[in-house]
């Protein structure tokens, strides 16, 4: 008997979960459509920030929400809510959100990498006439509003730009006898080797695998091409001559020269995927790492008792032969609309406040970006001093394609990881002929069809 | 008016369907139809388009099971799905045995102490689990890297295991969650196992020994084949879970970035939501793995039928 009675029991609990969970989510829809309907102006506008939630960069945005509710009195009660999404889930999060129409973002930050793909996955609004009528749009860089441009409707604005290079630490460098920064990959090499020797059980510099856009820096800088495209049609270079030799280079900084350890296979410049702090980056701000490939706004990831802050600089990733440095990849983000968005109105109100030229720049500079404005690019104080001069620099030679293809974020960080995936079994010691060729057909098939087949 | 329904319900005999009505309602609605929408789309093209209304749907017959048979990512992945069951099932066993053989030797207090104890393993969260043995193992200062250089040579230890990282490769990582999946699931078997314990008489006990048999033989000769309907069972369930272990395996890995580390869960997990979304491919890997969970099933209720007793 007594046994009988437990499923009824379970039945009982189980029907009165369903009833509650039904009654939660009937009730919250419905006060969420009422809210909409009773006045013009949204109560609120969510807007999607990538990365980790950084104290200086609350403190920007809050500035621009004063603003924007002095600039838009009709929006004095609208609050704005940001919300954090981590850099390696945010297509899943965009994915989702249009999916079920749920918790999605009015305004998204986007990697300017991103924004063709999701413009294409239909998850961005059509801001075509918005940016038209800006007065803002004629002093973009033009190359930048090109990359949010598709069969010439508009998707998104540039917000920033950004580019990597290699950090190091001035005293270090002096004490390991390195007189000038590397500029080939052999002395990249032996620096790191020097570096190594001085400071005994820390790394030389980080050979990540997940972070192609730094990577992809090797490959340019021994003169080859990820790929190329000619008539709509992509055609993956891994297997060319360059290529192979920058792959074999960078496999080797942990296979052969063991300046990387092991535990940086298979993660970003933050550690294992999905997370938005640690690894190299962690690594360097506590002295673990010598050199380390990032941008100037790792800053605001490094461990708050970073050591020797005040000695750190940057130099170009090196080129294989010198002496000009290797191309980098022209990074940055975009803002968008959400498609689902009721409010785009009030959401692009607000975008013209978060990139007008004096909040772009200011955000620019917080960070260590370069604003989208071409005159505030040339007249900025980006190549002075030691910090920046590396990236500044570096940003005079850089290249975009094919990272802004529009199957690129499939191939390099949605379903596919194709590069990372090459980098870590060759690190982990597979055939270096026939991973490379997979690789190669496999990034062909993605970029141009947008699967594997 | 009530009492001839009741007596109605009396002479047809539908009082025990009428009380299976609530939770076969319940199932319905929470499995069978889920079910059948899955079954559907596992025959269309349905992917984000297609969900909000962009382009239509269509129907592709067999092409997503067809693209799944011919795709090595699957064929690996249900590799280490397979391999890592067949590593975790016959060491939670052993173990969660070997627990209750013990609990069953134990004092009341003692026992009372190491079950509850053992207990807490099994309740804790497994997303929470996850996390510490991640933790354990960071190659930065994880407690198991450094034990592991502390171990004398000859054992397998030493200074190589510094800053060892048992994510980066799919061997370390299906170590790492054998262990963690072996620790928080064996209280489970220990305690089912000390529960079946009981029901054997000591009689049986008491003649084998006095007939000579040693530890070994008692277990294998008296224990095992008067429990073995609950080894089978065990054995069954272990397999299920163990088979289907979505959370400690995806924080192990860290997440999605590894597909060379990915078992069938994660993989069709990522196939559905990873960018562009293939809603009907993954569904018809879902089938896949039900079938394959059903298959396991069909031997468990047999099992459980023959039991008996856990019914």
Redesign the interface.
């Known amino acids: 008997m007594g046994l009988r009675k437990t499923?009824?029991a379970l039945?009982?609990i189980?029907?009165a979960a369903?009833l509650a969970i039904a009654g939660c989510s009937s009730s919250s829809s419905s006060t969420a459509s009422s809210s909409s309907s009773t006045s013009s102006a949204p109560s609120q506008l969510v807007v999607w920030r990538m990365g980790a939630s950084v104290a200086s960069q609350v403190t920007w945005m809050n500035g621009v929400v004063t603003q924007f509710h002095k600039d838009f009195p009709q929006y004095a009660k609208t609050k704005v809510k940001v919300v954090w999404i981590p850099w390696?889930?945010n297509?899943?999060d965009w994915?989702?959100a249009?999916?079920s129409g749920k918790n999605a973002p009015d305004v998204t930050e986007l990697g300017n990498t991103q924004t063709p793909?999701e413009a294409s996955?239909?998850v961005l609004a059509n801001v075509t006439n918005y940016v038209d009528a800006w007065s803002g749009k004629s002093g973009l860089v033009s190359g930048m509003l090109a990359n949010d441009t598709q069969n010439g409707d508009i998707y998104a604005v540039p917000w920033f730009g950004g580019v990597r290079a290699v950090w190091y630490r001035t005293d270090q460098f002096k004490a390991a006898g390195i007189t000038s920064p590397p500029t080939t990959w052999t002395e990249l090499v032996t620096d790191a080797q020097k570096l190594m020797a001085k400071y005994p059980g820390t790394y030389g510099i980080d050979a990540i695998t997940?972070d192609t856009n730094a990577f992809a820096s090797f490959i340019w800088g021994a003169g080859g091409q990820i790929a190329t495209e000619s008539n709509g049609t992509w055609t993956a270079d891994l297997t060319s001559a360059a290529d192979e030799a920058a792959i074999k280079f960078y496999v080797s900084l942990y296979r052969t020269y063991h300046l990387s350890?092991?535990?940086y296979?298979?993660?970003?410049e933050l550690?294992?995927?999905?997370?938005t702090s640690g690894g190299a980056n962690t690594?360097f701000g506590l002295g673990k790492l010598d050199m380390y490939i990032d941008g100037p706004w790792a800053t605001a990831t490094m461990p708050a008792n970073s050591t020797d802050k005040s000695n750190w600089a940057s130099f170009p990733i090196p080129s294989e032969n010198g002496p000009n440095p290797a191309p980098v990849f022209a990074g940055g983000s975009d803002l968008g609309i959400f498609k689902t968005s009721k409010y785009p109105q009030a959401d692009w109100d607000l975008i013209t406040v978060m990139d007008n030229t004096s909040n772009s720049t200011s955000f620019a500079n917080l960070q260590g970006f370069f604003p989208p404005y071409t005159a505030e690019l040339t007249a900025g104080p980006y190549k002075a001093e030691k910090f920046s001069a590396g990236f500044a620099t570096a940003a005079a030679n850089s290249q975009i394609s094919p990272l802004n293809a529009k199957n690129w974020?499939?191939a390099d960080?949605?379903?596919?990881?194709i590069i990372?995936?090459m980098l870590?079994?060759l690190m982990?010691g597979a055939p270096f002929q026939s991973t490379v060729a997979a690789a190669n057909s496999q990034l062909q098939t993605v970029l141009n069809t947008?699967?594997e087949? | 008016m009530a009492v001839r329904a009741g007596r109605w319900v009396r002479r047809h005999r539908v009082a025990p369907y009428l009380l299976l009505l609530p939770s076969l309602a319940l199932v319905a609605v929470l499995i069978l139809w889920p079910t059948v929408q899955i079954g559907t789309f596992s025959f269309q093209n349905y992917g984000l388009d297609q969900l909000v209304g962009a382009s239509p749907t269509q129907w592709v017959g067999f092409a997503n099971y067809s693209q799944i048979l011919h795709d090595p990512e699957f064929w690996l992945s249900l590799k280490l799905s397979v391999l890592s069951a067949a590593a975790m099932v016959p060491l939670t066993l052993v173990v969660g045995t070997l627990v209750g053989l013990l609990l069953a030797r134990l004092g009341r207090k003692m026992a009372a102490f190491v079950s509850s104890v053992a207990m807490l393993a099994w309740a804790t969260p497994a997303v929470s689990a996850s996390v510490i043995f991640v933790w354990l193992a960071t190659p930065d200062g994880g407690v198991v890297d450094w034990f592991l250089t502390k171990v004398p040579h000859w054992l397998g230890g030493g200074a190589h295991w510094a800053g060892f990282s048992w994510t980066n490769a799919a061997l370390p990582a299906y170590t790492l969650a054998t262990a963690l999946v072996v620790w928080t699931s064996f209280p489970f078997i220990a305690v089912s196992v000390l529960a079946g314990l009981r029901t054997i008489p000591d009689e049986l006990f008491d003649s084998a020994r006095v007939d000579g048999a040693g530890p070994w033989q008692v277990f294998w000769r008296v224990t095992y084949p008067v429990m073995r309907p609950i080894f089978q069972v065990l054995f069954l369930l272990s397999v299920i879970w163990d088979f289907g272990v979505f959370t400690q395996v995806y924080i192990i890995i860290g997440e999605l970035g590894q597909r060379d580390e990915y078992n069938l869960g994660i993989y069709e997990y990522s196939t559905a939501f990873q960018t562009p979304p293939a809603y009907g491919l993954a569904s018809a890997l879902a089938f896949v793995l039900t079938l394959i969970l059903l298959i396991i099933t069909v031997g468990y209720v047999r099992a459980s039928v023959r039991e008996g007793a856990l019914l």
């Not at chain 1, 550690?271 to 997370?275: L, P």
Request: no cysteine.
């Open positions: 499923p009824a039945v009982a189980g029907t369903a390696t889930t297509a899943t994915n989702n249009l999916a793909t996955l239909g997940d350890p092991s535990k296979i298979g993660q970003t550690g294992n995927t999905g997370s690594d974020s499939t960080t949605g379903k596919y990881f990372p995936d870590k079994s982990n947008g699967a087949s």
